[in-house]
C-alpha cells in the first residue's frame, strides 16, 4: 500500500513552544511565513489536527482564497468524540472526517465519522482509509501529541518547523512534539534539508531518516 505523503508542520518560538502557558494560540509565523503555509494547504489533500487543537484554537483549517469543493479534506482526530456540534471545522462547506476510537458512538452535522481502534484512534487504519479515498497528501498541523502519535507510528516522511522570533518560556507551555516522548535510543532521526528566513524567523525543512527496520 503506497500510504499518503506525510508533512508535518508548524511554528515554535525561539525556546520551541506553540502555544503560552495558557495553551492558547499565539501568532508566532511572519506574514511570510503564514503565506507559505496557505501554499502549503493549497498543495495538501487533507488537513488533520488533534481534537485537544480544536477545543484550544477552533480553526476553521481552509484555505479561504479556494472554493469550498477545491479545499482540502479536513481531519480530526477524536478518540472519544469532544469535537463541538458548533466547531468551526464543521463548517464552511468543506467536506470534514472526523476520526474516533471504535467506542465512540457520537455524530456530527457536517461530517463524515471513522471510526477505527480501541480505546484511541487506530493512525494505521486511518491511513488505509485516507489512501482509499485518493488522498497522497496529508498535512498535519497538530497539536503536541497528535505530532507525537505519528511519529511514533512511523508515518512522518517532512517535518517542516518555523521558528519565531519571541520567547514564551513556562514548564507547562506546550511543545511541538508531546506525548510520552523517546529515550534518546529512540529519537527520530531527521536530516536537514534547508533552512529559509522568512521575515524574523526561520523555517526549517527536515526529511525523516529512516533505517531498513522502519515502515515507509
Given at each position: 500500500?503506497?500510504?499518503?505523503h506525510?508533512?508535518?508542520n508548524?511554528?515554535?518560538?525561539?525556546?520551541?513552544?506553540?502555544a503560552?502557558?495558557?495553551?492558547?494560540q499565539?501568532?508566532?509565523s511572519?506574514p511570510?511565513?503564514m503565506?507559505r503555509?496557505?501554499?502549503?494547504?493549497?498543495?495538501?489533500?487533507?488537513?488533520?489536527?488533534?481534537?485537544?487543537t480544536?477545543?484550544?484554537?477552533?480553526p476553521?483549517?481552509?484555505v479561504?482564497?479556494?472554493?469550498?469543493?477545491?479545499?482540502?479534506?479536513?481531519?480530526?482526530?477524536?478518540?472519544?468524540?469532544?469535537t463541538?456540534?458548533?466547531?468551526k471545522?464543521?463548517t464552511?462547506?468543506?467536506p470534514?472526517?472526523?476520526?474516533?476510537?471504535?467506542n465512540?458512538v457520537?455524530t456530527?452535522?457536517?461530517?463524515?465519522v471513522l471510526r477505527?481502534?480501541e480505546?484511541?484512534?487506530?493512525l494505521?487504519?486511518?491511513?488505509?482509509e485516507?489512501?482509499?479515498?485518493g488522498?497522497?497528501?496529508?498535512?498535519?498541523?497538530g497539536?503536541?501529541?497528535?505530532?507525537?502519535?505519528?511519529f511514533?507510528?512511523?508515518?512522518?516522511d517532512?517535518?517542516?518547523?518555523?521558528?519565531?522570533?519571541?520567547?514564551?518560556?513556562?514548564?507547562?507551555?506546550?511543545?511541538p512534539?508531546?506525548?510520552?516522548?523517546?529515550?534518546?535510543k529512540?529519537?527520530?532521526?531527521l536530516?536537514?534539508?534547508?533552512?529559509?528566513?522568512l521575515g524574523?524567523?526561520?523555517l526549517?525543512?527536515?526529511?525523516?531518516?529512516?533505517?531498513?527496520?522502519?515502515?515507509?
Amino acid at each position: 500500500m503506497m500510504r499518503p505523503h506525510v508533512v508535518v508542520n508548524c511554528a515554535m518560538t525561539a525556546d520551541g513552544k506553540i502555544a503560552s502557558i495558557a495553551r492558547r494560540q499565539v501568532r508566532i509565523s511572519s506574514p511570510e511565513d503564514m503565506e507559505r503555509v496557505k501554499e502549503l494547504r493549497t498543495g495538501s489533500d487533507a488537513i488533520l489536527v488533534g481534537v485537544g487543537t480544536v477545543l484550544a484554537d477552533d480553526p476553521h483549517l481552509t484555505v479561504r482564497s479556494l472554493s469550498p469543493d477545491k479545499n482540502p479534506l479536513r481531519i480530526v482526530l477524536d478518540s472519544q468524540g469532544r469535537t463541538p456540534n458548533n466547531a468551526k471545522v464543521l463548517t464552511g462547506g468543506v467536506p470534514t472526517l472526523i476520526a474516533t476510537a471504535a467506542n465512540c458512538v457520537k455524530t456530527w452535522r457536517g461530517a463524515q465519522v471513522l471510526r477505527c481502534g480501541e480505546g484511541q484512534v487506530d493512525l494505521q487504519c486511518l491511513m488505509v482509509e485516507l489512501e482509499r479515498r485518493g488522498i497522497e497528501r496529508l498535512m498535519v498541523e497538530g497539536g503536541g501529541e497528535t505530532i507525537c502519535s505519528f511519529f511514533k507510528n512511523g508515518l512522518v516522511d517532512e517535518y517542516r518547523v518555523f521558528v519565531g522570533s519571541l520567547v514564551l518560556g513556562g514548564v507547562d507551555a506546550p511543545t511541538p512534539c508531546e506525548g510520552q516522548g523517546f529515550l534518546e535510543k529512540n529519537a527520530i532521526r531527521l536530516r536537514l534539508l534547508t533552512v529559509t528566513q522568512l521575515g524574523e524567523g526561520a523555517l526549517l525543512c527536515y526529511e525523516v531518516v529512516r533505517d531498513a527496520a522502519q515502515p515507509a
